[in-house]
């Protein structure tokens, strides 16, 4: 089974930048189509961004053009920049292995002045 680790979030304040990262191990990453969601309190988990195997991308409407999913096969890792914050951002971030359906524990984003 694939494992994910997720790491980057924080306080941010709006308008501000972070970087989340998330490795994986116990696949051939390079193979695995990847996915980062996102789940604010009282919601249901959302789609925040995609990323396939020839590095193709696919983003939520709310994100587009502030937010930047990429990969590095070599270190196994994708990673999510996220510009232009807001504090509707905040949320509990987590990283997706299409191929295997696991999760990562998450990692928490928040917004605030």
């Known amino acids: 089974q694939v494992q994910l680790v997720e790491s980057g979030g924080g306080l941010v304040q709006p308008g501000g930048s972070l970087r989340l990262s998330c490795a994986a191990s116990?696949?051939?990453?390079?193979?695995?189509?990847m996915g980062w969601y996102r789940r604010s309190p009282g919601k249901q988990r959302e789609f925040v961004a995609s990323i396939s195997t020839r590095g193709s991308t696919n983003y939520a409407h709310s994100v587009k053009g502030r937010f930047t999913i990429s990969r590095d096969n070599t270190k196994n890792t994708v990673y999510l920049q996220m510009n232009s914050l807001k504090p509707e951002d905040t949320a509990a971030y987590y990283c997706r292995s299409y191929n295997d359906n696991s999760w990562g524990q998450g990692t928490q984003v928040t917004v605030s002045s």
């Open positions: 116990g696949s051939i990453f390079s193979a695995d189509a």
